[in-house]
């Protein structure tokens, strides 16, 4: 479902909508449009710049240059997250995806999460593939099971379950250390990289170190969402 209008998308923010993402007229600079900007920002809401063009198919509504499309999921505070974990009760466990492009591979990563019992998934606000319906058949119905946090930045996120004393784990094949040759049986972050370009280097500074999966084959690396399924079974091998 889609809101159209600046006023409107405004009133369905600060009602508590959960918006998938905002499309709003590039080149605009009035104080409502300037307000929808920190709106979105505030609330990890991703905002995008479109030409005048892209509103030619909405000419039959009001939409005044924006155009907001509702989430089909909740999304969750980190900072909720984080306060909500009992570690003498259960272990926790963070999923952190630093870009995953690609609906199929983010269902797909959600659908292993929920099954192997992650706590929360952490997204990036911009840069990451939207939860949508085809990312819920994917996940076959799992995100709906899970806490998934929508970030505006996740150095800051890394920061805040580093804070919480989370151990965090860098996933790249680049990685001189074998997950399993790793301790996996602590409070645990797993940060898993964009399809083409990995975990960012600014992502990875913050990391408490970097583990890696054995290949013997002539292919580089393994797909994300296998990659990401082998190493949460490995957390729960050594757990269990």
Known sequence: MDIYGTRAVIEAIDAGKEIEKVNIQKGTDNELHRHLRFLCNKHHIPLKECPREYFDKYRDKNHQGVVAVLSAIKFFELEDIIADMKPEEKMPLVLVLDGITDVRNL??????????????????????????????????????????????????????????????????????????????????????????????????????????????????????????????????RQRI
């Open 107 to 236: 269902g797909a990563i959600c659908r292993t999460a929920e099954v192997a019992g992650v706590d929360c998934i952490i997204v990036p606000q911009n840069n990451s593939a939207p939860f949508n319906e085809e990312t819920i058949k994917a996940s076959a119905g799992a995100i709906h099971h899970l806490k998934i946090c929508r970030v505006n930045n996740v150095k800051y996120a890394l920061q805040q379950l580093a804070a919480a004393e989370i151990f965090i784990f860098a996933c790249t094949e680049k990685a001189p250390e074998n997950i399993y040759n790793t301790e996996l049986n602590q409070p645990l972050a797993l940060v898993m990289g964009n399809e083409a370009k990995g975990i960012a280097p600014g992502v990875l500074k913050l990391c408490n170190g970097r583990v890696s999966l054995p290949q013997f084959g002539q292919i580089g690396s393994l797909n994300v969402s296998v990659a990401t399924g082998i190493v949460l079974y490995e957390v729960l």
